[in-house]
């Protein structure tokens, strides 16, 4: 069965591992080889320690009991946009490995990003890239 849970600091290198494979997987045809491995390179557990430990930010999973399947990272929007306020909240990543995806887990994660940062008062923004159909359709159904 598959469970969504908020991330701990114990899940940073596993964190890491999956963020790194489900951006080649669903963008790495698109970059040349070196180039894609120096964004990847930034995709450390380190990484990953710094946005749990931020009470401004929160990362779900989505687990089988015995591997990460997916992940959605949500906090303050950094999106470099006019309307953008210090008071913003954005979906920063979702992502969910090739073979789960159409199984309705990248809604759950969608639907537990969007409930924690939905206060009032408060404008919410997701980006994606502008070719990344699969995510608009999610959104868009969401």
């Given at each position: 069965?598959?469970?969504?849970?908020?991330?701990?600091?114990?899940?940073?290198?596993?964190?890491?591992?999956?963020?790194?494979?489900?951006?080649?997987?669903?963008?790495?045809?698109?970059?040349?080889?070196?180039?894609?491995?120096?964004?990847?390179?930034?995709?450390?557990?380190?990484?990953?320690?710094?946005?749990?430990?931020?009470?401004?930010?929160?990362?779900?999973?989505?687990?089988?009991?015995?591997?990460?399947?997916?992940?959605?990272?949500?906090?303050?929007?950094?999106?470099?946009?006019?309307?953008?306020?210090?008071?913003?909240?954005?979906?920063?990543?979702?992502?969910?490995?090739?073979?789960?995806?159409?199984?309705?887990?990248?809604?759950?994660?969608?639907?537990?990003?969007?409930?924690?940062?939905?206060?009032?008062g408060r404008k919410?923004?997701?980006?994606?890239?502008?070719?990344?159909?699969?995510?608009?359709?999610?959104?868009?159904?969401?």
């Amino acid at each position: 069965m598959t469970e969504i849970e908020v991330a701990t600091s114990a899940q940073a290198a596993a964190l890491a591992d999956l963020a790194r494979e489900t951006f080649s997987q669903t963008f790495g045809h698109l970059y040349p080889s070196q180039d894609l491995a120096a964004f990847l390179s930034k995709y450390t557990p380190d990484f990953f320690s710094r946005i749990l430990s931020d009470p401004k930010d929160r990362i779900w999973v989505a687990t089988d009991g015995r591997a990460l399947l997916g992940y959605a990272h949500a906090g303050a929007c950094a999106l470099p946009h006019p309307a953008v306020t210090s008071t913003c909240g954005e979906l920063k990543r979702l992502y969910v490995r090739r073979g789960t995806q159409g199984s309705g887990l990248g809604g759950k994660l969608l639907h537990e990003a969007l409930s924690w940062l939905n206060t009032p008062g408060r404008k919410l923004w997701i980006g994606v890239w502008s070719e990344n159909y699969g995510a608009q359709r999610l959104y868009e159904r969401h």
